[in-house]
Every structure is written in C-alpha cells, then in structure tokens.
C-alpha cells in the first residue's frame, strides 16, 4: 500500500514539472492590429520562455503583428528544454524594406536548441523592394528569416508572401 502511494506521488510530481508554461503575446502588449509594433511583446514572451525550467509555448493568437525592426530570439542561456511557437495569426515586415536597416535579418533564431514553430504566416510586404530590384537599381538583399548556429530548430510550417531567401 505505501509503494502504490509512493508510486502514485512520484507519477503526479513528473507530471508537474514537466507541465509546459504558456505565454500569449498580447498578455505583454502585442497588438493584432498590423500597424502596432509587437517587437518587445515578443521578446518578453520569449525572455519568459527561455529562462523557464520547464518546457514553454509563446502563443501568437489570429490577427496581424508588426515586427517593426530586426528581432533575435537569442537562445544563450536558455534553461528551457523546449520552446514551441504556436502561431495562429501573421508577423508582417515593416512596408519600407529600409526599415530593417544594415541588420539584414528580419527575424534570426541565434544559438537555439529545440525551438519548434507550428503554424502562422510571415509577410515580409516585400513588394517594393521585388519592384526595387526589377528596375536594375541597387537594392538591399531584403529581410529574411533565418537559424544561425541553431540545433533542433524543427517542424517548421510558415507561409511566406514577398520574401527573399539567400544563404
């Protein structure tokens, strides 16, 4: 009888610990309007995230959020086993390609270990800059979305409009 209690606590503290913290980007003032900056809403989210002790989800609710200039989600010194981006709405670029400046980096994931992104869509309105570069002027290469140096950064699913790749 005491080992079934024994075994039965045991069962129930695993199970706490390994409970995954969820955190929503608009409990930190991410606004789904798609003209509001949502850049610090995103890095608390995932300042949360990286130094909890247990797995963490940020959660990124339908609408449209501007990530206004370049975003890292630096994974060094990360506690967390795991991260999951569960996106159900759109990140969208600023509209001036320009607004990026010399980073050339929307969005980078840098030195992150079992990062996974489920869902969402990335709108880099990459329009004027696709009309920059068929005129023959000079142009920047345009943001991207890219892992430096990343382990474990998997089940990517994003839908991408107007939006330049380079390795």
């Known amino acids: 009888m005491v080992i079934k209690h024994i075994m039965v606590l045991l069962f129930l503290v695993f199970r706490l610990s390994s409970a995954t913290v969820t955190y929503n980007v608009q409990t930190f003032g991410a606004k789904s309007d798609g003209r509001s900056d949502s850049k610090n809403a ?4 995932w300042s949360l ?8 989800s940020i959660y990124v609710p339908a609408g449209r959020y501007l990530i206004a200039s370049a975003l ?4 060094q010194g990360c506690k967390s ?7 159900a709405g759109t990140l969208v670029a600023p509209s001036s390609y320009n607004a990026i400046g010399n980073a050339q980096v929307w969005i980078k994931f840098y030195i ?26 000079a142009c920047p290469k345009g943001s991207t979305v890219r892992p ?5 950064l998997h089940r990517v699913f994003v839908y ?7 390795s």
């Open 42 to 45: 995103f890095l608390k989210a």
């Open 49 to 56: 995230s990286c130094n909890s002790t247990s797995p963490a």
């Open 72 to 75: 890292t989600f630096s994974g």
């Open 81 to 87: 086993r795991a991260i999951t981006f569960n996106i």
């Open 112 to 137: 992150v270990k079992n990062v996974t992104i489920n869902g969402g869509t990335l709108d880099a309105q990459g329009s004027s800059l696709w009309a920059c570069k068929t005129s023959g002027k």
């Open 148 to 152: 430096y140096t990343s382990t474990n």
């Open 160 to 166: 991408i409009f107007s939006f330049f790749f380079y």
